[in-house]
């Protein structure tokens, strides 16, 4: 789901603007592949543009909340439920940034790790329901699709990468990358 969209407090024609990213410019959310399109690498990361005197620059958490909200608004609406790839620190606060409604559709969290799958769940203790809710965590073969997943590409050598190609899933459909 890596579809540039600037800031959600913008009309929708106006976040088609091409400008996106430039300092002072729009918030740069999200970015996915146009249909027909493959992701492409883009070679070497672009230098680091200084934020101009007199911009403010736009804290991670407001960045989060805006990409939590995109997700909630424009693509779990089309899911019944949902696995959230990754039992770790980022994949359990996505879970605790949904929605009530939003975290009642999340079936499962998916890893690799072990000892994450061997402790069996994930229990959400900040939560006012009773009991608490307690999300299973299942090796990422036993998941079920659709995924949104919350790990980083290029950091494990590329085994994350071949784990989801096994799967034969295709982005947009049955899998959303969120990190």
Do not use: M
């Not at 934020?51 to 989060?64: F, M, R, Y």
Request: glycine share 6%.
């Amino acid at each position: 789901l890596h579809r540039t969209i600037h800031t959600l407090d913008q009309p929708a024609d106006a976040r088609a603007a091409p400008d996106a990213g430039r300092p002072g410019g729009p918030v740069v959310l999200l970015r996915a592949p146009q249909e027909g399109r493959r992701r492409r690498p883009c070679g070497p990361e672009p230098p680091a543009v200084p934020i101009p005197p007199g911009h403010a620059s736009v804290l991670e958490t407001t960045i989060w909340t805006h990409r939590v909200r995109f997700l909630e608004e424009q693509a779990l609406p089309r899911w019944a439920a949902f696995t959230i790839w990754n039992a770790g620190k980022q994949g359990r606060r996505l879970y605790r940034s949904l929605t009530a409604a939003s975290q009642r559709k999340v079936v499962a969290f998916c890893d690799v790790d072990e000892n994450k799958i061997r402790k069996g769940f994930y229990c959400h203790e900040d939560s006012q329901e009773r009991p608490k809710p307690r999300i299973p965590i299942l090796h990422f073969r036993a998941a079920r699709p659709p995924f949104v997943i919350c790990v980083k590409l290029d950091l494990t050598g590329g085994a994350f990468e071949d784990n989801l190609r096994s799967l034969h899933l295709q982005e947009g459909q049955d899998f959303l990358h969120f990190s």
